[in-house]
């Protein structure tokens, strides 16, 4: 998902409100801030993420990085009210860690089968776009 602010990151002690908190209490803070970036990010495409309790009506939408961290959450978020999801995403960070010799201290199944194993769990089909969004040939 590509959000553009432009405000600065907020830093954690802002996020907190200056005030020394316990790990628990970061965790839902920054569950709060992300979902509060998610929706404004939905509002300013057009996608009211709050209200649509029953489904998008079909509308589509398009998460460019849907294998990344907010992207795929944001996926499934929206698969799950309805909307006609469809993830982009060149696959860069994965092929990053594999150029790196690293990964993530949680394995984290490929795109291809978490998308499968949502269609299977919830019959909702998410369509899968492996290309670069600096690609023209690839975008157009
Ligand atoms: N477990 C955790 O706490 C955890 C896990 C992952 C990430 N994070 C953090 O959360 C941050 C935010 O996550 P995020 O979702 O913004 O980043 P991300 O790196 O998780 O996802 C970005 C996605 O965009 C894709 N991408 C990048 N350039 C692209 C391009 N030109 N065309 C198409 N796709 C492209 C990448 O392949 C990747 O899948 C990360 O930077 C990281 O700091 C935390």
């Given at each position: 998902?590509?959000v553009?602010?432009?405000k600065?990151p907020l ?5 907190m409100?200056?005030a ?10 920054l569950a709060s801030?992300?979902k509060?970036?998610?929706a404004a990010a939905a509002?300013s495409?057009?996608i009211?993420?709050?209200?649509a309790k ?6 589509r939408?398009m998460?460019?990085g ?6 795929w959450?944001?996926a499934l978020?929206l698969?799950?009210?309805?909307y006609?999801v469809?993830?982009?995403?060149s696959?860069?960070?994965?092929h ?5 010799g690293?990964?993530?201290l949680t394995?984290?199944a490929?795109?291809?089968?978490r998308?499968?194993?949502w ?5 909702k089909?998410i ?5 670069d ?8």
């Amino acid at each position: 998902m590509v959000v553009a602010t432009k405000k600065a990151p907020l830093s954690m002690k802002a996020a907190m409100g200056g005030a020394k908190v316990g790990v628990q209490q970061k965790v839902q803070r920054l569950a709060s801030v992300s979902k509060k970036i998610m929706a404004a990010a939905a509002v300013s495409n057009g996608i009211d993420m709050e209200n649509a309790k029953t489904g998008g009506g079909g509308q589509r939408v398009m998460i460019i990085g849907g294998d990344g961290y907010c992207g795929w959450a944001t996926a499934l978020h929206l698969s799950k009210k309805g909307y006609e999801v469809s993830i982009v995403d060149s696959l860069i960070r994965r092929h990053m860690d594999q150029q790196c010799g690293t990964q993530s201290l949680t394995p984290i199944a490929s795109i291809h089968d978490r998308v499968a194993k949502w269609e299977e769990l919830t019959g909702k089909k998410i369509d899968l776009y492996i290309g670069d969004i600096t690609d023209y040939g690839f975008f157009s």
